[in-house]
């Protein structure tokens, strides 16, 4: 666990250690996952997909059923390989037992990523007692998009200024990456 990550400082991520953050990340279970479009989990599910993410979603209602592209397993003890990061898209009461289902994980996962709105100090004392990093009340999608710059396409301020110009993509539309930054 980084200074970055000091659990006294859950309202406030240095963006260096974000953007080192999700660059390590790869493989993500998602709990949470739904199946509607209009749901912001089945957004972030995607954006997350064509960024170059291993999602597996986690969901009991959809288990065994195809989520754009992806196996759902029911249970984050379903998932049958190792994971980089446990993204808990539930309420703060949820979060707790969830977390506690991560920790249960062998290998355990580097991070525990609560979503917007979501957050349990508990939970997170018990991960970071472990060597977990935990990330609350954040959307790993609008930090990606933060830090590569690409939220700023729709008008909102990244608070990051690049002279970059964005490479088009092969598929016609343009997108940044952290890579790149």
Known sequence: MTDAFDPAR??????????????????????????????????????LIERGYDVIPVNPGLAGQALLGKQVVGRLADLG?????????????????????AL???????????????????????????????VMNRCPKIEYGRLSGEIGWTGVNSRILSAKRPKLAPKGFQKLTIEER
């Open 104 to 134: 249960a994980l062998d290998p355990l996962p580097e991070v525990i990523w609560m979503q917007l709105g979501v957050r349990n100090d508990a939970a997170a004392a018990r991960a970071e007692a472990r060597g977990v990093t935990v």
């Open 10 to 47: 859950h309202d406030r991520y240095d963006d260096a250690a974000l953007r080192a953050l999700l660059r390590r990340v790869r493989a993500i279970a998602l709990v949470g996952a739904s199946a509607n479009p209009a749901r912001p989990s089945w957004i972030v599910t995607k954006y």
């Open 81 to 101: 390989r190792p994971v980089d990061m446990v993204e808990i898209f539930r309420n703060s009461e949820a979060a707790g037992p969830l977390v506690d289902e």
